[in-house]
Structure formats: C-alpha cells, structure tokens
C-alpha cells in the first residue's frame, strides 16, 4: 500500500493512547515486533471497553488485525478506538494506529488497524451483563 492512499487520522478524536518504541520492542534491524503493537493495540482497546463495561473486562477474541505499513523505533505512535458493537456482556472495539515518523516530522501513516472484543467481567472473573447503555 502506498503512503499516499493512507488514511489520516480522526481530526475529530483524541487517540486513547500515544506511545514511541523503544529498541527493546524492535529486531536488530529497527522493526517493531508484531506482538509488541498487538499487546500495545488490546491496552488501547481495553479504554473505551472498560468505561461502557464501568469495571473489570477481558479480551476474548481478536476478530481482525491488520499491519498495513511497518513500525520503527522512534516512531509516535497513536491509537484511536471506539466501540463498534455492543453486546449483552461484550463490547466489540475498532483499534486504528497511525504512525508520525520521526525521521520525517510531517510523514504520518496508519500502520495497524484491528477489532477487538471484550467481556465485562464481575469480581470472580465470569461474565456479567454490562450497565445500561
């Protein structure tokens, strides 16, 4: 995919989280490990799925995930998500991630987009119906 048929970010959102990765979170090369942004997308995720639920939630499925433009190290990156569907007890969550390359301050890509769905979970951890919308 080309840079230039890159969607922007939501100028009408806040991103839920904003992180830069470190050289711990990359190969020898700069890449960033999938798994790192996979972990870094279920915690931005888990913001909007824990104030609908109002308390304790678990990730139980990851419907979709995409990488559509690698991550480096030094890359800011931020994370938009909203919820996309809501269950009796679940909440399912679009994640997008864009990428402000810092070798090129004006350069921002989406690199990652995925869907995510959550359970609201009570203090024994089972599932609990969530809070009237």
């Keep these: 995919m080309s ?4 969607p922007l970010p939501p100028k009408d959102r806040q991103p ?3 992180v830069i990765p470190m050289p711990k979170d990359a190969n020898l090369h700069g890449d960033v490990f999938g798994g790192w942004i996979m972990s ?3 915690i931005a995720g888990s ?6 639920a109002g308390g304790r939630i678990a990730t139980v499925a990851v ?3 995409v990488f559509k433009q690698p991550v480096f190290v030094g890359d800011l990156l931020s994370f938009y998500a909203e919820i996309v569907k809501v269950g ?13 390359r810092r070798r090129m301050a004006t350069e ?4 990652t987009e995925a869907t ?3 359970v609201a979970t009570d203090e024994t951890r089972r599932s609990r119906p969530l809070p009237p919308g």
Excluded: C, G, M, W
């Design 40 to 42: 870094q997308v279920d």
């Design 116 to 118: 995510l769905t959550y």
């Design 3 to 6: 840079i230039e048929n890159t």
């Design 108 to 111: 921002v890509v989406k690199v």
């Design 63 to 65: 419907n979709a995930f």
């Design 88 to 100: 009796r007890t679940s909440i399912t969550v679009s994640v997008e991630v864009f990428a402000e």
């Design 47 to 52: 913001v909007p799925a824990t104030r609908r």
């Design 16 to 18: 839920v989280l904003r």
